[in-house]
């Protein structure tokens, strides 16, 4: 491990590889903030956006984690799972 100070608090802080002023480093709570969320924290889906569609095989309504643009079939999860 290397020492670094971190860009953003300027704690001093460890990074597994050798700080070369290329690009900023960040002490683990900062890193960890700057990540982008992904799930966690109870918050459900996050601000992941869901559309409103129609499953191609049993034309149930349904919601699918991107725009349906008719090009190709959306599923419900039921057919989605089973990929027909
Ligand atoms: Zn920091
Ligand atoms: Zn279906």
Redesign the pocket.
């Known amino acids: 491990m290397f020492d670094a100070t971190c860009a953003e608090c300027g704690a001093e802080t460890k990074v597994p590889f050798e700080p070369r002023g290329d690009r900023p480093v960040y002490c683990d709570k900062c890193y960890r903030e700057k990540r982008p969320q992904r799930g966690g924290g109870g918050g459900g889906y996050g601000d992941r956006q869901m559309f409103d569609a129609v499953?191609a095989?049993?034309g149930?309504a349904t919601q699918v984690p991107f725009e349906p643009r008719g090009d190709r079939p959306v599923?419900?999860r039921?057919?989605f799972k089973r990929g027909e």
Do not use: P
């Open positions: 499953c095989t049993c149930e599923y419900c039921e057919h």
